[in-house]
């Protein structure tokens, strides 16, 4: 089900490279300092790691670039989503050609990672729930992680469309060092959302049912991150570049959702879970605000305003491009989703405009 915001908003949550996201639910610990945890520790309930199973690249020693979290069976909320830059210059298939891989996802490595892990769990497994590492993005992802007993795992494809997903049906204790890899070396460094959760994709385990991947998630963070701006602002309009993404259909997430009337209405097409942008706006009186789609290829939009109300479009703005115009804007934050009306344009570009002039 969709989440329901309250009037105030979730904040956006970005993590820096280094930085560490605390979590203050009962069932599990703060996040730890990025590097605080040896790799050469004997892990609680696992075995202790070496060098030589990572052959030095990619190499679990270092200090994750994106921080790092501790969490236990039964954790909330679920997913654990942080936002990462993918890939780097090591070719993880000529990395771990040498590895025996473990049973966890397609055992496919490929694509380009870093050497330095992008973030690092610490799990304390029980013995009800599955462990799952997914990615989010608007383009090809790939995974690799090296498990609390030094085992090597990887995955292109078991996610959603091109997404990369790891599954432990029976997952152990301990650390978890975790690599999120561009399948393109020219998707190096573009923003994904890594997430961990206890909750199976396919709804055949876990705690839920599976419909936690078919939502729209203002909480999590918007994968091209946040701007703000103020009435009257220029260069107007401001452009986005964006990818589209085929996870969520819209239609089944805004299913039980009143929708108000800014556009057509039509919640159709497809896009991901986490927002494309989001946009803090501090309205004037003179000015409606605008969001346009725009591609190739037939568009769709979706926004969740400051209130916390819903607004879709299909057809409302030139051709087949979708257009919202709010002519009595509020300020706060605007969260965006880009939509592609066929579920086969996962990775093709486009743009999301930001506009004052209808």
């Not at 989010?136 to 995974?143: P, R, S």
């Not at 997430?195 to 049912?209: A, C, T, V």
Request: hydrophobic share 35%; proline share 6%; glycine share 12%.
């Amino acid at each position: 089900m969709l989440l329901i915001r309250s009037a105030i908003a979730a904040s956006v949550i970005a993590a820096a490279p280094g930085a560490s996201l605390a979590l203050n639910d009962s069932n599990h610990t703060a996040a730890q300092p990025a590097g605080a945890v040896s790799s050469f520790e004997v892990l609680q309930n696992g075995a202790p790691k070496n060098l030589t199973a990572a052959q030095s690249q990619p190499d679990f020693s270092l200090p994750p670039a994106f921080g790092s979290v501790s969490l236990r069976a039964g954790f909330t909320p679920d997913p654990y989503s942080v936002e990462i830059l993918v890939g780097g210059e090591i070719s993880a298939s000529s990395a771990l050609s040498g590895q025996n891989i473990g049973q966890a996802g397609d055992r496919r490595c490929r694509g380009n990672i870093a050497e330095a892990p992008d973030f690092r769990l610490q799990y304390e497994a029980g013995s009800l729930f599955p462990l799952i590492v997914r990615v989010e993005a608007g383009f090809d992802t790939t995974l690799v992680v090296n498990g609390p007993d030094g085992t090597w795992y990887c995955d292109d494809d078991s996610g959603r469309g091109l997404q990369a997903a790891l599954e432990w049906d029976n997952p152990q204790s301990g650390q978890y060092d975790i690599w999120v890899g561009a399948f393109s070396s020219s998707r190096n460094y573009e923003p994904a959302v890594l997430e961990i959760s206890e909750i199976s994709s396919s709804g055949g385990s876990g705690r839920g049912s599976g419909d936690g991947g078919n939502t729209l998630d203002f909480s999590q963070p918007a994968l091209n991150g946040v701007i703000s701006l103020s009435s009257g602002f220029t260069p107007d309009p401001r452009t986005v570049p964006v990818s589209a993404r085929s996870q969520v259909s819209i239609s089944n997430a805004m299913s039980s959702v009143n929708v108000a009337r800014t556009g057509d209405g039509r919640c159709r097409g497809h896009t991901g879970r986490a927002p494309d942008v989001s946009v803090n706006y501090s309205a004037g009186n003179v000015f409606p605000l605008v969001v346009r789609a725009l591609a190739s290829f037939d568009t769709t939009l979706v926004v969740n305003d400051p209130n916390g109300g819903w607004h879709c479009d299909d057809d409302s703005g030139e051709g087949v491009q979708a257009q919202l115009v709010f002519e009595r804007p509020a300020s706060g934050r605007y969260d965006i989703w880009f939509g592609s009306f066929s579920s086969n344009r996962d990775g093709q570009q486009g743009r999301i405009e930001i506009s004052e002039l209808d």
